[in-house]
Every structure is written in structure tokens, then in C-alpha cells.
T-cell receptor
Framework: SQQGEEDPQALSIQEGENATMNCSYK?????LQWYRQNSGRGLVHLIL???NEREKHSGRLRVTLDTSKKSSSLLITASRAADTASYFC?????????????WGLGTSLAVNP | DAEITQSPRHKITETGRQVTLACHQT?????MFWYRQDLGHGLRLIHY???????NKGEVSDGYSVSRSNTEDLPLTLESAASSQTSVYFC???????????FGAGTRLSVL
């Protein structure tokens, strides 16, 4: 079952603008990750934030985590056409001593030149 | 460089046929996963393995099987292909005790 739910489902912005997408989840987590998927390709890991962290940066990416609201946001600053992709959040489920990821449905980002 | 490769990239088959999708990783990862991706459903876990001879069912395992005879490979078999199994299939791997997954490029399967 899907735990993460991203919003918006689709986002269209101009190059140079910032893009913000959100992820909500339902149960307690150990960490939350964001992945990017370019059209016709596999997913690529972007960033992982642990449950005891509130904010993390990686280049033009900024991720926040609010465990009280069970939500995370991914901010891409100064977007480029190459950022056009789908973005997925995934939460780590350690139930039953297994390490599985539970995936959201993704946000489709279009960055227009 | 380490990588994870899937083959074939595209496959067309007929209903009722057995189909095997290959996944090979050179990361030396213990954990391997098979997902299917469909519009409106996101990524759904089919089967996963935490090491040689270990296999586990995911949320959509009916009609699929896997076997893990070595660290590098986790082939996915569709026993009797059905049109509902038309999808894009992704293989992924992760290191023991780690949650970051590395994905292959995917196999687009059409069952006619």
C-alpha cells in the first residue's frame, strides 16, 4: 500500500523559479528519501533525511521533515530544464524486521525554458 | 563503475507464455527488489531478497516468482503472462542495513 502521498501531482514552472513538492505519510518512519525519475529511466536517489533531522541540504535541494505532521517537503531552487522529471518520496518501513520502502505516487515537474 | 542492469529493455509476449526478466547488479549488494510501475499506482513491490536463497513476497506477488542463487542476480519470472501484467518493471538493490536503493533502467513488458 502507498504510504507517501505527494502533492501537487503535477507542477509546471519557469526556469530559474523554485519548485516545492510535498509528501505526507501515515505511520512512524526511520527515514524518508526523495528520488528523481527522468522519462523512460529508473529512479535515482537524491537525498535521505532521518527521523531525528529537521532539514537537510544537497546542492540546490533542500528537504525538510516534520514528524509531528508526518510530512516532508522537497525544494529545488533556481530550477533548470534538466530538473524536468517525476519526484518520489519513499519511507522506510522496518515492520517485521524487513527493510522495505513505501513509495508515494510522485510529483511530475516540468521546468519550461 | 558498479551498476545494475536489466534485460531485455522491451519485451512483447502473448498471454499464457512464461517470461523471465533478468536483473544483474555489480554493487555486491545483499538486498534486491522487483517493482512494477503503473500509472496511478506508483511503484509496487513484487518480490524481494535479502541474500542468497532468501526470497519474500511483496504486495503484488501473485503470478510472479523469483529465485536468488547468487548475489548478483534476481530473475523475475511470470509463470503464465496475463494482460494485467503489462507494465514497466524495475529492479533495485541496496546494501545490507541500508535503505538507499539503486535502480536499473527498467523493462517495458507488453502482454498481448
Amino acid at each position: 500500500s502507498q504510504q507517501g502521498e505527494e502533492d501537487p501531482q503535477a507542477l509546471s514552472i519557469q526556469e530559474g523559479e523554485n519548485a516545492t513538492m510535498n509528501c505526507s505519510y501515515k505511520t512512524s518512519i526511520n527515514n524518508l528519501q526523495w528520488y528523481r525519475q527522468n522519462s523512460g529511466r529508473g529512479l535515482v536517489h537524491l537525498i535521505l533525511i532521518r527521523s531525528n533531522e529537521r532539514e537537510k541540504h544537497s546542492g540546490r535541494l533542500r528537504v525538510t521533515l516534520d514528524t509531528s505532521k508526518k510530512s516532508s517537503s522537497l525544494l529545488i531552487t533556481a530550477s533548470r530544464a534538466a530538473d524536468t522529471a517525476s519526484y518520489f518520496c519513499a519511507t522506510a518501513d522496518y515492520a517485521g524486521n524487513n527493510r522495505k520502502l513505501i513509495w508515494g505516487l510522485g510529483t511530475s515537474l516540468a521546468v519550461n525554458p | 563503475d558498479a551498476e545494475i542492469t536489466q534485460s531485455p529493455r522491451h519485451k512483447i509476449t502473448e498471454t499464457g507464455r512464461q517470461v523471465t526478466l533478468a536483473c544483474h547488479q555489480t554493487w555486491n549488494h545483499n538486498n534486491m527488489f522487483w517493482y512494477r510501475q503503473d500509472l496511478g499506482h506508483g511503484l509496487r513491490l513484487i518480490h524481494y531478497s535479502y541474500g542468497v536463497q532468501d526470497t519474500n513476497k511483496g504486495e503484488v506477488s501473485d503470478g510472479y516468482s523469483v529465485s536468488r542463487s547468487n548475489t548478483e542476480d534476481l530473475p523475475l519470472t511470470l509463470e503464465s503472462a496475463a494482460s494485467s501484467q503489462t507494465s514497466v518493471y524495475f529492479c533495485a538493490s541496496s546494501d545490507q542495513g541500508r535503505d538507499i536503493q539503486y535502480f536499473g533502467a527498467g523493462t517495458r513488458l507488453s502482454v498481448l
